[in-house]
């Protein structure tokens, strides 16, 4: 099992217990996880783990130019991807009528979302208008296409995995426990409150 | 006359006699004679049974013990349900009985004493029956992180009530094991009696329920710790959402300049990995070949043989295609610059001694010069063309060449 945990960790894998649980519960044992660290060490890098403890994942052990490259490079990307991850996230919570943010585990129904999203013409707008968002614009410009292609592509970076594809059912994976951390620190660099208010200003607090 | 045994039949056909009846009642929670099929006898009957019991305006309700049974064995999930919340009375219940058992066998009473002992060890199932009838609901409960309610706020309160319960089985746990109850049963008259109930449903399980308990206790911990989390995370996503919303034209800073970098932003990327089996290793030649024979063989490509054919004669050539050879006018400028010295040559004069190109007109012959000129190459270099030029209408624009003398510059 440290061959598949190690192997996964150097392509840069999260690893989780939704995607990958073997190599997951393997680094879940201390005595694992020095093994891999001792490992990882004498390549410059060490082992981490988000927050919540739902994934593990490479870290550089030392920052220096070269690294300070890499971060920039890493942090590009998720710049690019951040604006649509949060809206999908939080559009798919509102349209399935979620007080909960997605967590490790949680599924996500694409039949079930579909038809939320069709009933309600605002949603609808709205993940039109999301398919523009980072990705381009869909194929044919229909909402199946576009939630399939938005989907498809949460699943490629690894966010969500196909748990049955018969029925199109998704998880979500420890990654998401990653975008976490992300949203907080700009919040928290930004000084972006978290207790805004949703509704915007009635029209009796205008006069 | 009838026994006891002959009673409990009795009442388990009368239930079943109007099994649909208690099947509405429990589903629907009252029934009333429209849901009797006996036109009320049915209703009467399992009323006498003390299995409904009158609600209102002459509807039924089950009755507790009943619905308890019936919840236990579906597994029907309330809200606040009063898990365990019997379980220290029936403790209680365990002393008093043990010292009825030493006093009727004190006094020789043995009848009484037969009796009192079976009704210890009624006592001591249902506290046993009560715990881990407890224990295994609040699992399921722990397990399903409060399916049975829908929003973030209920399932919080439902988890902070249910690990007051598992406190208070925890403390009436705590009270059995330190009651002495074991000490004292063996020092009293028939106490091996009642022990050997004790320890087999009691006291040989306490320690596996209290690690149930310690489980079921994290469990449901971990879950308030990550509801709260959830909450928080709810809010801040919908929170930077909406800003992003507010502000579209918002780009996250670099933070590759920051001196105390984030820990999630210290993720490395990953490698590139790709193997290749080292074919010089010996240890490795068996697996190689094997997965040699299970390649199947390259097909060979064929390539179709050209027929053998004969070279055809190279047909004449069409007349004006001599290929690279000069053409008249070509040799004839090259003829007049490689001739001409510091003296000034008319083209015009010397056209018309040269007989090659006498059928070029003039005008032609006078391009050809020009273009010569214009082309600036190494053979006309200090050569000098001299134009002769006719006078032309003024502002015409036009520049109209009667001759060109050419001649040898000095060198």
Not at chain 2, 18 to 35: I, M, P
Not at chain 2, 160 to 178: G, H, N
Not at chain 2, 192 to 219: G, K, M, V
Not at chain 2, 251 to 280: K, M, T
């Amino acid at each position: 099992m440290f061959e598949q945990a190690m192997s996964l960790l150097l392509s840069g894998e999260f690893i989780c217990p939704i995607r990958y649980p073997d190599a997951y519960r393997y680094l879940s044992e201390e005595t694992h996880q020095k093994d891999v660290t001792a490992y990882l060490a004498r390549i410059g890098r060490k082992l981490s783990v988000t927050g919540l403890g739902g994934g593990w994942y490479m870290s550089f052990d030392q920052i220096g130019q070269d690294q300070r490259r890499a971060v920039r490079d890493e942090f590009s990307r998720i710049k690019l991807d951040l604006r649509f991850l949060v809206e999908f996230f939080v559009k798919a919570m509102r349209a399935s009528e979620r007080e909960e943010f997605y967590s490790r585990g949680d599924k996500i129904e694409t039949h079930a979302l579909m038809a939320a999203i069709d009933s309600n013409p605002g949603l609808r707008a709205e993940f039109q208008a999301l398919a523009t968002v980072g990705r381009g614009s869909g194929s044919d410009g229909k909402l199946k296409s576009n939630l399939d292609r938005q989907l498809k592509y949460l699943r490629d970076e690894g966010y969500l995995v196909l748990a049955n594809p018969d029925r199109e059912i998704y998880q979500v994976t420890g990654k998401i426990e990653y975008l976490y951390e992300v949203v907080q620190f700009l919040m928290g660099i930004d000084g972006i409150a978290d207790d805004v208010d949703e509704e915007g200003p009635t029209t009796q607090q205008m006069f | 006359m009838a026994t006891k045994t002959d009673l409990v039949e009795n009442h388990l056909v009368k239930l079943f006699r109007h099994k649909e009846l208690l099947a509405a009642a429990y589903h629907r929670g009252v029934v009333s004679k429209a849901d009797d099929k006996f036109d009320g006898r049915g209703l009467y009957e399992l009323h006498q049974a003390r299995a409904l019991v009158p609600y209102a305006n002459e509807t039924y309700r089950l009755a507790s013990s009943l619905a308890r049974h019936f919840d236990e064995i579906l597994q029907t999930e309330h809200l606040y349900a009063a898990v365990g919340a019997d379980v220290g009375d029936l403790a209680a219940r365990l002393p008093l009985l043990s010292d009825a058992v030493a006093k009727a066998a004190i006094e020789g009473r043995n009848e009484d004493a037969d009796e009192y002992i079976d009704q210890f060890d009624r006592a001591v199932f249902e506290l046993a029956d009560s715990v881990s009838g407890a224990l295994q609901f609040l699992r399921i409960l722990a397990d399903n992180k409060f399916a049975n309610v829908a929003t973030y706020a209920e399932k919080k309160r439902q988890n902070e009530f249910y690990l007051e319960r598992v406190r208070k089985i925890s403390d009436a746990l705590v009270a059995i094991q330190t009651s002495g109850l074991i000490e004292s049963l063996e020092s009293s008259p028939e106490g091996e009696r009642l022990l050997l109930s004790y320890r087999s449903q009691i006291a040989d399980h306490l320690p596996e329920w209290r690690a149930n308990l310690l489980d079921i206790t994290a469990i449901l911990r971990e879950y308030l710790f990550r509801t709260r989390q959830i909450e928080a995370t709810a809010r801040r996503f919908r929170a930077f959402a909406l800003f992003l919303k507010r502000t579209p034209e918002y780009v996250p800073p670099d933070i590759e300049a920051l001196a105390d970098l984030p820990d999630w932003a210290c993720r490395a990327p990953g490698f590139s990995l790709r193997s290749r089996a080292s074919v010089n290793d010996p240890a490795l030649d068996d697996s190689l070949l094997e997965i040699a024979k299970s390649i199947p063989a390259a097909k060979p490509i064929s390539v179709p043989v050209p027929k053998a054919g004969m070279l055809k004669d190279e047909p004449p050539a069409a007349p004006g295609d001599e290929g690279g050879k000069p053409k008249p006018w070509q040799e004839a400028v090259q003829s007049l610059i490689t001739t001409v010295g510091k003296q000034p040559v008319s083209a015009m004069s010397w056209k018309r001694r040269t007989s090659s190109i006498s059928d070029l007109p003039n005008d032609i012959w006078l391009l050809c010069l020009l273009h010569e000129e214009s082309l600036r190459r190494r053979r006309t270099e200090g050569i000098r063309f001299e134009q002769i030029l006719e006078a032309a209408e003024p502002l015409s624009g036009m520049l109209k060449v009667r001759d060109i003398l050419v001649s040898r510059a000095d060198q």
